[in-house]
């Protein structure tokens, strides 16, 4: 059983950055892709970043390219998301993820969630 717990979200402004994290335990954080998700209010989950399980391959939806950087500390058991130049359209519960598998089943199929965390900007 995976465990994945976030932390990091918070109001911001426009503009503004935050760092989520999201803490993994029950089985061997290194062997696992990660990603993130995010929700707002009237809309479907979506991806918004994925990592392979060593760290040198990643995935970006356009919306969040070159604005927000996914990274992980496998001796930590802990993946990042950090969020640069924030805009309104960011808000949502972001929820991290992975799964049994390599990078492209997280960003479709991810197994197991965190309970996500609230990042509201406002403008």
């Known amino acids: 059983q995976v465990q994945l717990v976030e932390s990091g979200g918070g109001l911001v402004q426009a503009g503004g950055s935050l760092r989520l994290s999201c803490a993994a335990s029950?089985?061997?954080?290194?062997?696992?892709?990660m990603g993130w998700f995010r929700q707002a209010p009237g809309k479907e989950r979506e991806v918004v970043a994925a990592?392979?399980?060593?760290?040198?391959?990643?995935y970006y939806a356009d919306s969040v390219k070159g604005r927000f950087t996914i990274s992980r500390d496998n001796a930590k058991n802990t993946v990042y998301l950090q969020m640069n130049s924030l805009m309104p359209e960011d808000t949502a519960v972001y929820y991290c993820?992975?799964?049994?598998?390599?990078?492209?089943?997280?960003?479709?199929?991810?197994?197991?969630w965190g309970q996500g965390t609230q990042v509201t900007v406002s403008s």
């Open positions: 029950g089985r061997t954080f290194s062997n696992f892709a």
């Open positions: 993820a992975t799964a049994n598998g390599a990078l492209a089943v997280v960003t479709t199929n991810p197994s197991y």
């Open positions: 990592i392979s399980m060593s760290g040198y391959s990643t």
